[in-house]
Each structure stands twice: as structure tokens, then as C-alpha cells.
């Protein structure tokens, strides 16, 4: 959530966002950040290593909402972690949508 800034391009979220480990990215989620909606809506911000193929320019503006979404799961094992947070942007950053937090013992 600290990455996010109004003004910064997709591609900047894109650099500074999470890169998994290699076991992970097998099953991983399309998208580090989305747009609010019933499927991955604008802004679809994608991994930097799918950025060539897949990804696309535009700028984070002020009141957007985002889906910071992960799931981690290696391949072969029976079992993943799946979060995702819903936050809004504000002029100073971002701010969360809900104040449900995760549970330590499954971080």
C-alpha cells in the first residue's frame, strides 16, 4: 500500500511491486493490482516480468480504487494463500476499505 501514489505511472507500480519467489509463479495470480468489479477490471496492473507482453501505460489518479491481490501456491502442493485488500487513493497515498485484518498466524 505504500507504493501507491496518485500520479505514479502502471508501470512504476508495476517495478516496485512484489516479485515472488520462482516456486510461486507458476499459479499466481494474473495481475498485482486491479480495478474494482465482477472480474480483473481496469487498471489491470500486471507482474514486471509480464509487463512486456501484457502490460499497458497509464496513470494512478486520486479517489481510484485498487484490489491489491495475491495468491502464492507452489505448484504440486495441495495447498496456497489467496489475500486481496481493497483500498481507495487518496492525495497522500492510500487509505484501506476495510479495517478486517489478516490473521497473523496464516501471513
Not at 486520486?62 to 496456497?80: D, K
Request: hydrophobic residues 35%; charged residues 25%.
Amino acid at each position: 500500500m505504500a507504493l501507491i501514489k496518485p500520479g505514479m505511472s502502471f508501470s512504476q507500480l508495476s517495478q516496485n511491486s512484489f516479485n515472488r519467489d520462482e516456486k510461486y509463479r507458476h499459479r499466481r495470480y494474473p495481475t498485482v493490482i486491479h480495478g474494482v468489479g465482477l472480474g480483473d477490471e481496469y487498471p489491470k496492473i500486471y507482474y514486471q516480468e509480464d509487463w512486456p507482453q501484457d502490460g499497458y501505460d497509464g496513470l494512478v489518479q486520486e479517489n481510484m480504487v485498487l484490489c491489491l491481490e495475491s495468491f502464492s501456491g507452489a505448484q504440486g502442493e495441495a495447498e496456497g494463500v489467496k489475500l486481496e485488500t481493497q483500498v481507495r487513493v487518496t492525495a497522500s497515498g492510500c487509505e484501506a476499505m476495510s479495517n478486517y485484518a489478516f490473521e497473523d498466524i496464516l501471513l
